[in-house]
């Protein structure tokens, strides 16, 4: 079946988040190479980000920390991210697929502020799915129902298994979105996408790739 519609993650597949994560080592006062080398030790083990999170700082509650945060630095960039922030073959990877005929179309989970933060950036996508906007999050079944119907709106009629998910997560990305009867690829980048590439689970992807360069080459190659 062909694929017309091509919706993508936010975070490690649109925007790097290395900076996000260096301001909260810096606002913890960890050292950069501890910091991460400790949430990549708890991912590899089956932890979570969050248990990451918390080995770090004991009782680490995101919305709370987030508040604080909020409160003290109300104009900084805190756990946001910005223009600066996208990897860098975005722009041309989304202007290959627009020319041949592909929607393109974000959806993740993120807070409120990221839909005006990904507005301002200009990508020429066809629409902007946010979970907290929506209500629900991935990888729940309601997420992808709200993707095919963001997707819809751009194609009408459009089926899910004309629609391909990308993301850098098999168990929030590649799984629930075959589940739902999309296509899916895993992009190889990022905390998640590393780690996650090397799962058996990453054999339920229609392809495992690098970059979005490659990703708009895999997608023209099956024309």
């Known amino acids: 079946m062909t694929i017309r519609t091509v919706v993508f993650d936010v975070g ?24 991460f080398g400790t949430i990549g030790g708890v991912l590899a083990s089956g932890g979570t980000l969050t248990d990451g999170f918390r080995l770090l700082v004991p009782g680490f509650d995101l919305a709370s920390e987030s508040d604080r945060w909020r409160a003290e630095d109300p104009e900084g960039e805190r756990e946001h991210f910005g223009e600066r922030d996208l990897y860098p ?83 929030n990305d590649v799984l629930p979105a075959v589940r739902a009867g999309m296509r899916a690829v895993l992009l190889r980048r990022g905390i998640y996408g590393y780690r996650h590439s090397a799962t058996r689970d990453a054999e339920r992807a229609d392809a495992v790739l690098d970059d979005l360069h490659r990703l708009a080459a895999w997608i023209a190659g099956r024309d």
Do not use: C
Not at 12 to 35: C, K, N, Q, S, Y
Not at 90 to 117: T, W
């Open 89 to 171: 073959d975005v722009r041309p990877a989304f202007a290959a697929m627009r020319d041949a005929g592909l929607s393109l179309v974000i959806a993740g989970n993120q807070p409120s502020e990221a839909g005006p933060a990904l507005s301002a950036m200009d990508l020429g996508v066809d629409g902007i799915g946010i979970s907290d906007d929506w209500g629900v999050q991935k990888p729940r079944p309601e997420f992808f129902d709200r993707v095919v119907e963001l997707a819809d709106r751009t194609r009408p009629g459009i089926t899910p298994g004309e629609i391909l998910y990308v993301g850098d997560r098999v168990d």
């Open 12 to 35: 490690e597949t649109l925007v790097d988040e290395t900076r996000i994560f260096a301001r909260w080592a810096d606002r913890f006062g960890i050292p950069h190479m501890a910091f």
